[in-house]
């Protein structure tokens, strides 16, 4: 729609202005670095950063009830850089020009309302986010239109002329920073880090596909996550993992869009994420801190984190109830088909440590949850919701396992309803699929098939006599299906 057709009241807020004061902050020492510089983590103390806008408190001045028509009525704005996350702008990188954004079809994911199969095994009512319906399949990509359009402002400033973009990836960074990199052209360039045999077929060939130099290093991920670290300690290059603040701000969207999805009613709402490099939760929670302290929402959603068993040092964290008992200990994380959350020791922990007590003390009470899965349930569950309409992906399905093991323990009751991100989409992860079909996880994985879980496909061949006559061939495959499908013969009458 042409912004001269909106009402009158909205107009001056459709198109956002770049009035934000963005600072990167440090969670440790409380440092403050100007955002023209790209830094990972303090200079002083070596922590990770937060942005923050030392302009935020301009947003509060805004009544909660224009905040919604802004953003409901952004929806039918024809605005290319408006289109996706930054659908909330005064919220994410309200610095950037909007004709830097870097806009491919991120964001505004799907919720999709389980079935009432779904909801009646689960035993409460429950919606999927399908964040793997953004452009690279996985919900990175809201952290990298954020990072790539920052990248591109500073580009068209001058800063930098070429630029190599570099992370680490359990397979979906690496797709989506590719992607990213590869739309802005030659003043970026694109490397990536993969432990070798741990991301999917498909994971490999995004990048590959999107003509980033592809490096496979055997170990894990937090293997890899060192020497990314180590490079851009040491060269010139701009790091992509979710160490870099940008990525957190540009996640943040995911809670913007389930706050406005629910009309910005997020009373007995629960959000359930799964957690690897805790990238994801924390932009989650942060999101809804700053929508929160806006007066845009009135309520803080309760959060529960997932883990698999093979890799929960979070959820160990956590597990100790006494705040000033708590240890973060990093592990070895231990095969999972959640393979893009096999990670031992979180990059954004001090993160996740910082806004759940602030979280929890800005609700008066406790709203952050973790559980754990076993690797069994994960993929059980997942299966189920495949064969119900929904196309979660395994961390889906842990989500799901965090869900139903969250109602287990009482952390939620029925009169609540969930929203449970699947992260990507389940084509990216369809060897575990087939692995467990084929009953061939090897016992690491601890996973046995259920026979009513299985399914594979049937060949038909012809009888030999009918190889040559297509007639009979089509009659002959025909009949064969129907005898296996036991179909009944139409009735003609003359
Ligand atoms: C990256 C990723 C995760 C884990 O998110 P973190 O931000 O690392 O905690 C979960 N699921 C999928 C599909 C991912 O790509
Ligand atoms: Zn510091």
Request: include cysteine; charge should be positive.
């Amino acid at each position: 729609m042409n912004t001269a057709n909106f009402p009158e009241k909205i107009r001056e807020y459709l198109i956002p202005k770049p009035e934000g004061k963005l600072v990167f902050r440090c969670l440790n020492c409380q440092s403050v670095y100007n955002t023209d510089e790209l830094f990972y983590t303090c200079p002083k103390c070596g922590e990770v950063l937060l942005i923050y806008d030392e302009n935020f408190d301009r947003l509060k001045n805004t009544p909660s009830a224009l905040w919604h028509d802004v953003f409901d009525y952004r929806k039918m704005l024809n605005i290319k850089a408006l289109k996706g996350i930054y659908r909330y702008y005064e919220f994410l990188g309200s610095m950037i020009p909007l004709d830097s954004i870097i806009y491919l079809g991120e964001g505004h994911t799907p919720v999709i309302e389980a079935n009432s199969y779904m909801q009646n095994i689960a035993q409460i009512r429950f919606f999927f986010k399908n964040d793997g319906q953004n452009p690279s399949a996985s919900f990175k990509d809201r952290g990298m239109a954020s990072a790539f359009s920052y990248i591109n402002f500073l580009i068209k400033k001058g800063k930098f002329k070429n630029i190599l973009a570099i992370c680490a990836s359990t397979g979906d960074t690496s797709a989506a920073a590719a992607l990213y990199a590869s739309y802005i052209g030659d003043a970026v360039k694109s490397a990536v880090l993969l432990p070798y045999k741990k991301v999917t077929p498909q994971q490999l060939l995004q990048p590959l596909g999107s003509g980033a130099k592809v490096f496979e290093i055997p170990g894990l991920f937090d293997d890899c996550m060192k020497v990314v670290e180590n490079l851009s300690k040491n060269y010139n290059v701009a790091l992509l993992n979710s160490k870099n603040a940008w990525r957190i701000l540009g996640q943040e969207s995911y809670s913007y869009e389930i706050a406005q999805e629910f009309n910005y009613n997020l009373k007995n709402k629960v959000v359930v994420i799964p957690i690897g490099n805790a990238g994801n939760i924390t932009a989650v929670m942060n999101g809804f801190i700053k929508f929160y302290e806006a007066g845009i929402i009135d309520n803080l959603p309760k959060i529960i984190g997932v883990q698999s068993e093979h890799a929960d040092p979070v959820y160990r964290y956590y597990a100790e109830s006494d705040p000033v008992k708590r240890r973060f200990i990093p592990l070895k994380a231990r095969a999972s088909v959640a393979q893009a959350a096999m990670i031992g020791n979180p990059v954004s922990m001090p993160r996740v440590i910082h806004l759940e007590a602030l979280y929890n003390k800005l609700a008066g009470k406790q709203k952050v949850f973790f559980v754990q899965t076993s690797e069994q349930d994960i993929i059980d569950w997942q299966l189920m919701a495949n064969r119900n309409g929904h196309i979660a992906c395994t961390h889906g399905g842990e989500t799901l396992a965090g869900l139903v093991k969250a109602k287990k323990e009482k952390i939620v009751n029925e009169t609540e309803t969930a929203i449970i991100d699947s992260t990507a989409h389940a084509l990216k992860f369809s060897v575990f699929t087939d692995t467990y079909f084929q009953n061939n996880f090897s016992k690491e994985f601890e996973i046995t098939p259920k026979s009513e879980l299985c399914n594979a496909p049937i060949l038909i061949e012809p009888s030999t006599a009918a190889e040559n006559r297509f007639e009979e061939f089509v009659k002959d495959i025909s009949d064969k299906i129907a005898a296996n499908l036991k179909l009944k013969k139409k009735q003609f009458y003359t």
